[in-house]
């Protein structure tokens, strides 16, 4: 995918934020800043009745901070822990990949706009702050994944 369509979700994301100042039952929340950046997000978790993970942030700082906070909680929300934790793993990886990760699709979604902020050491942390604030948050309000080791 191009540069240019990648440039093109992020800004959507910026200037149309889903998951801003959502109203949530929220059960933790955690801030986070990149003073590199002067990026600040602040990520509320919450549980649905079925289960899945309800996503709420405010922040502000650059489009790629609030942009990548903004995809967040779409992709987030409405999943359980379980189903959140490939798609956390996978945007991690990407993250590191220094742009050599095809990044795929069918798991990130808009997410993949992010593929060339990974070639960018200086701004990786822009688009990470708002994912390692959903993880703070999903520990401190214990909605990780659980893991199951098997008895056989
Ligand atoms: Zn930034």
Redesign the pocket.
């Known amino acids: 995918m191009s540069q240019d369509l990648y440039q093109e979700i992020i800004l959507d994301h910026y200037k149309n934020p889903r998951g801003k100042k959502v109203e949530i039952a929220s059960l933790a929340q955690s801030y986070q800043v990149?003073p590199t950046?002067g990026?600040e997000v602040t990520v509320d978790v919450g549980q649905g009745p079925d289960g899945t993970l309800l996503v709420s942030y405010d922040g502000q700082?650059?489009s790629?901070?609030q942009a990548s906070a903004s995809v967040m909680s779409e992709l987030i929300t409405g999943k359980t822990p379980d189903q959140a934790a490939p798609i956390q793993v996978a945007f991690l990886e990407l993250m590191k990949s220094k742009g050599q990760l095809e990044p795929d699709e069918e798991v990130l979604e808009d997410a993949i706009a992010f593929a060339g902020v990974s070639k960018y050491p200086a701004?990786i942390k822009?688009a990470l702050i708002s994912w390692m604030a959903l993880s703070d948050a999903q520990i401190k309000a214990q909605l990780t994944p659980v893991i199951t080791t098997r008895s056989e």
Request: net charge neutral; charged share 20%.
């Open positions: 990149n950046c990026d700082g650059c790629i901070s701004r822009c």
